[in-house]
């Protein structure tokens, strides 16, 4: 356990200091070709190294209902800024639909009461978010690899797009919308799941609401909230900025292990 928690330290020290250099300016050195060939060999020996020491099926650590933290941070935005969101809000989301597309034999639209009643996996776990702060949890959503294989994955999906309906900055390109993407080991993993409840309760606007994802061993800007749409994918390079997420396609690790 203590070189589990050592790797996770030096992870998140890791991930700040990269995000750091990406955000603060420090231009000459993140957008040199050297330096980001550098950081993708890091990233990729990085997941190399926890799926073979861990296992691909390895669960992180599930904690107890006395473990549930009294204050848990809202991470990244609180409040969406777009109309829609905000309309589907005051109808208290009897609108909103989840989408699953892409390479998938049988697309799906989904209600939130359509996916409240699916089989569901409930977990306590801990939120490390890339700032420096924890929380414990409790989550209650569908397990995502039972959706995919209700929705028939095509041979050529290799990732799990998540899109969003956070508008993060305004851009005229629409990169400034919030999504994540996630490969099939995490995708399959049992502790993936589709959160639509947090500590017994509807979740809050704040942390994600109507649905948010929860890839438990990977820290919490991977943790895509106010979830619209899922779609499979071959390879993450036509989306937006190419890396395969709204925070990584501005300096920070596509796999964010802990």
């Known amino acids: 356990m203590s070189r589990i928690i050592t790797r996770r330290r030096f992870l998140i020290g890791a991930t700040m ?15 040199s ?34 473990d549930i933290s ?25 609108g909103w639909k989840l989408e699953v597309g892409g390479l998938v034999d049988k697309p799906m639209q989904l209600s939130l009461a359509e996916l409240k009643a699916l089989p569901a996996r409930t977990q306590i776990t801990r939120h490390d978010c890339v700032e420096g702060w924890s929380a414990i949890g409790k989550w209650t959503g569908v397990p995502l690899g039972a959706l995919l294989q209700a929705a028939g ?26 999504y994540e993407s996630i490969d099939l080991v995490d995708a399959f993993h049992p502790q993936t ?14 942390h994600g609401a109507p649905l948010r ?4 061993r990977q820290l919490g800007y991977k943790q895509a909230k106010y979830l619209t749409g899922i779609e499979a994918v071959a390879d993450l ?15 920070y690790e596509w796999y964010a292990g802990i």
């Open 17 to 31: 200091t990269a995000s750091a250099l990406g955000l603060a300016g420090c231009d000459a050195l993140v957008e």
């Open 33 to 66: 070709d050297r330096t980001k060939s550098v950081l993708k060999i890091a990233e990729g020996f990085s997941m190399k190294t926890q799926r073979f020491l861990l296992g691909d099926d390895a669960l992180a650590r599930e904690f107890t209902e006395a």
């Open 70 to 94: 009294p204050t848990f941070r809202a991470n990244g935005t609180s409040m969406p800024d777009n109309a829609r969101y905000i309309d589907w809000m005051n109808q208290r989301f009897s």
């Open 153 to 178: 994955l095509k041979p050529e999906a290799r990732y799990i797009v998540f899109h969003c309906a956070d508008e993060y900055e305004k851009t005229l390109d629409g990169s400034g919308w919030y």
């Open 193 to 206: 799941i589709l959160a639509h409840t947090m500590n017994g309760r509807d979740l809050e606007v704040a």
């Open 213 to 216: 994802l929860r890839v438990e």
């Open 237 to 251: 390079g036509q989306l937006y900025g190419g890396n395969g997420g709204f925070w990584e396609d501005r300096g």
